[in-house]
């Protein structure tokens, strides 16, 4: 018999509320973005409806790449409960889950694709909700990245490596 442990416990609190969380956001993507926006067997008529609600696909663009998010996390959180009791069938379990979310994801970004095609738009996740923010932000969005890469090369050349790492890599 195997015994619950705590991060059991914690996990399945995670769980409970990332199914809420993808839940209310699948809801929504599906059940009011989609069928505001797409018709049927008439890819002039969706093209059309895109273009006149552009704000509300770039809206369930958004919601859908934070529920994979909150799939991604919701995967974890079952591996972590269902390991103890049966741990190839939660690895097994784990991986179906990221095939999912993977293909999810890939169908998700194509929107992008339409997004662009149709209005020309920027892909960042920010420009997708709020695309005059795009104006402002360029080149500034840049700036913490290269702060980060100059500081990081700047330490490698300076500190480098500490006097551990060299000699544990010549003991191997």
């Given at each position: 018999m195997n015994v619950i442990n705590e991060s059991q416990r914690a996990a399945a609190r995670v769980a409970g509320i990332a199914f809420l969380f993808t839940d209310a956001t699948a809801t929504f993507a599906q059940f009011y973005v989609r069928p505001t926006l797409i018709v049927q067997n008439n890819a002039a008529q969706t093209a059309a409806n895109v273009m006149a609600s552009e704000w509300l696909f770039r809206l369930g663009i958004a919601i859908q790449l934070t529920m994979i998010a909150g799939l991604l996390v919701l995967t974890a959180a079952l591996y972590v409960v269902l390991?103890?009791?049966?741990?190839?069938?939660?690895?097994?379990?784990?991986?179906?889950?990221?095939?999912?979310?993977?293909v999810l994801a890939v169908g998700t970004l194509t929107s992008l694709n339409v997004l662009g095609l149709l209005s020309g738009a920027a892909s960042a996740l920010t420009f997708i909700v709020l695309p005059?923010?795009?104006?402002?932000?360029?080149?500034?969005?840049?700036?913490?990245?290269?702060?980060?890469?100059?500081?990081t090369a700047l330490w490698l050349l300076i500190r480098g490596l500490p006097q551990l790492y060299e000699s544990g890599l010549e003991a191997s």
């Open positions: 390991s103890p009791i049966g741990p190839g069938l939660a690895l097994l379990g784990a991986l179906w889950r990221l095939t999912e979310n993977a005059n923010l795009a104006n402002f932000a360029q080149p500034w969005c840049y700036a913490p990245l290269l702060i980060f890469e100059l500081g």
